[in-house]
């Protein structure tokens, strides 16, 4: 079965350092979402991308955050001056359409020290 | 604005109990679609069901069913004759159709369901 596929599995940065978190979506989804839970507490919605552009974005995503879709098969998130408090497990989510049940990954756990 | 409650923040069964989780959610729309999501130890989130806003048949597949009770916006899931592998933290989400562009998912707190041999 096609599946979400997340590098790294875990991720270790210092604060104030750039991360790229980094997803293959399945490969005839249009769809793209992230999303982030910290330890613990519930699954909270950062962005969603179709058609080349975010559709929609959360409080969370701010100016510090970026998504790109570099070629046919990956999506990245990028966050560009970590803080502590972005400590937290990373999921990438794909649908083949806007409304369709969301396939995750097995998320990457981005540790900020 | 939405959301989605789980009261139940944890739940202990021993095995072969039946049990539900409920899930309670507030929109304003009057489309809408619900689903749940099983997050195992390993950590990773795996879709089990999507339900619209319209159909409200109660559905069946296997050991588990959801109940939709649009009068009282409750979308509750039931295992039956749980199992040890059931163990899992169980997210209730919904989301709305104002735009078709990828629309986000708003998470429940999670139910965490152990199941004890």
């Known amino acids: 079965e096609p599946e979400v596929t997340q590098t790294p599995s875990h991720q270790v940065t210092q604060m104030g350092q750039e991360v790229i978190l980094r997803c293959v979506p399945i490969s005839n989804h249009l769809y793209f979402y992230w999303y982030r839970q910290i330890l613990g507490q519930k699954v909270e919605f950062l962005v969603s991308?179709?058609?080349?552009?975010?559709?929609?974005k959360s409080e969370i995503f701010d100016d510090q955050f970026s998504v790109e879709r570099p070629d046919g098969s990956n999506f990245t998130l990028k966050i560009r001056s970590t803080k502590l408090e972005d400590s937290a497990m990373y999921f990438c989510a794909s649908s083949d359409g806007g409304l369709k049940p969301q396939h995750f990954g097995d998320g990457t756990r981005l540790s900020i020290l | 604005a939405q959301k989605v409650t789980q009261a139940q923040t944890e739940i202990s069964v021993v095995e072969k109990e039946d049990v539900t989780l409920d899930c309670v959610y507030e929109t304003r729309d009057t489309t809408y679609y619900l689903f749940w999501y099983k997050q195992p130890p390993s950590g990773e989130l795996v879709f089990l069901i999507r339900r619209n806003s319209f159909d409200e048949q109660n559905e069946i597949s296997g050991r588990y069913s959801w109940n939709f009770q649009k009068s009282t916006s409750s979308f509750n899931f039931t295992i039956t004759a749980s199992q040890v592998v059931d163990s899992a933290v169980y997210f209730c989400?919904?989301?709305?159709?104002?735009?078709?562009?990828?629309?986000?998912?708003?998470f429940g707190g999670g139910t965490r369901l152990m199941v004890k041999p």
């Open positions: 989400a919904l989301i709305h159709s104002y735009n078709n562009a990828g629309n986000m998912l708003t």
């Open positions: 991308f179709y058609n080349n552009e975010i559709s929609e």
